[in-house]
T-cell receptor, first 114, second 115 residues
Framework: DVKVTQSSRYLVKRTGEKVFLECVQD?????MFWYRQDPGLGLRLIYF???????EKGDIPEGYSVSREKKERFSLILESASTNQTSMYLC?????????????FGEGSRLTVL | GNSVTQMEGPVTLSEEAFLTINCTYT??????LFWYVQYPGEGLQLLLK?????DKGSNKGFEATYRKETTSFHLEKGSVQVSDSAVYFC??????????????FGQGTTLQVKP
């Protein structure tokens, strides 16, 4: 089975802490994405990457950064967590740049910032 | 602007009822359209898609037809089951010089099916 694995299902952090969310895919996909999911707002794109060491801002990048040192791994970093970053974070991957839009999602990481 | 709008939920139905979840989009051109489903405790997975006008996507008894005249992609199922209880997301692809393959999602519609 193809798989996107997110390292933590549930995290609780304090305001100001640095937070790392890890995502690994085993499908040799070129593209990887980080979304956040909030009730009534659907999924909003934070950052995405089309290649190793390459990143592009999505719609809501403020307060976040990413790292893609290896093709299979895409990390989301909250440099200084704030309460408004309490959310469900979803990682996804897709095959290549001309892909027709089929994304494969991880199960999500629910982050609570106190 | 470019967006995807779904009907608000939750939608509550009895088993074997007919389901419609409305989705409309705004975009320049004719983007590919998708329905994703998120079962409780899981990530999203692709349910069906349509890549051009008048195409009908179908899977697991669900259908959606790409209607360019009404810019809609409504999801339908003739007879829902309790196992269809989930959150459904409509999405469209965003084309552009640096955005190929990026999806724009609607806000999601929760479906609850009661036995």
């Amino acid at each position: 089975d193809v798989k996107v694995t997110q390292s933590s299902r549930y995290l609780v952090k304090r305001t100001g802490e640095k937070v790392f969310l890890e995502c690994v895919q085993d499908m040799d996909h070129e593209n990887m994405f980080w979304y956040r999911q909030d009730p009534g707002l659907g999924l909003r794109l934070i950052y995405f990457s089309y290649d190793v060491k390459m990143k592009e801002k999505g719609d809501i990048p403020e307060g976040y950064s990413v790292s893609r040192e290896k093709k299979e791994r895409f990390s989301l970093i909250l440099e200084s967590a704030s309460t408004n970053q309490t959310s469900m974070y979803l990682c996804a991957s897709s095959r290549d740049r001309e892909d027709t839009g089929e994304l494969f999602f991880g199960e999500g990481s629910r982050l609570t910032v106190l | 602007g470019n967006s995807v709008t779904q009907m608000e939920g939750p939608v509550t139905l009895s088993e074997e009822a007919f389901l419609t979840i409305n989705c409309t989009y705004t975009a320049t051109g004719y983007p590919s359209l998708f329905w994703y489903v998120q079962y409780p405790g899981e990530g999203l997975q692709l349910l069906l898609k349509a890549t051009k006008a008048d195409d009908k996507g179908s899977n697991k008894g669900f259908e959606a037809t790409y209607r360019k005249e009404t810019t809609s992609f409504h999801l339908e199922k003739g007879s829902v089951q309790v196992s269809d209880s989930a959150v459904y997301f409509c999405a469209r692809i965003e084309h552009g010089s640096s955005n190929t393959g990026k999806l724009i999602f609607g806000q999601g519609t929760t479906l609850q099916v009661k036995p």
